[in-house]
């Protein structure tokens, strides 16, 4: 049997917290900012979790 691969865009994008729960970063702060207010390209700066419905999917994912 071949060894069991984590998913290599997974693992660029999520990162586990200390208590197990999942990181991961906003979208929409690439490019196309002047539209955006400075409130809503401050609030996309910071990381947030990952919903309770898609953990077991990203999991599965960065499985090794």
């Known amino acids: 049997m071949p060894k069991m691969k984590t998913n290599s865009g997974a693992k660029k994008r999520f990162d586990f917290t ?37 953990e077991a999917n990203v999991k599965l994912l960065l499985v090794k």
């Open 18 to 54: 200390g208590s197990g729960k999942i990181k991961r970063k906003h979208a929409f702060k690439s490019h196309i900012l002047t539209k955006k207010t400075k409130k809503q390209k401050r609030n996309l700066t910071y990381s947030g979790l990952i919903s309770k419905v898609d």
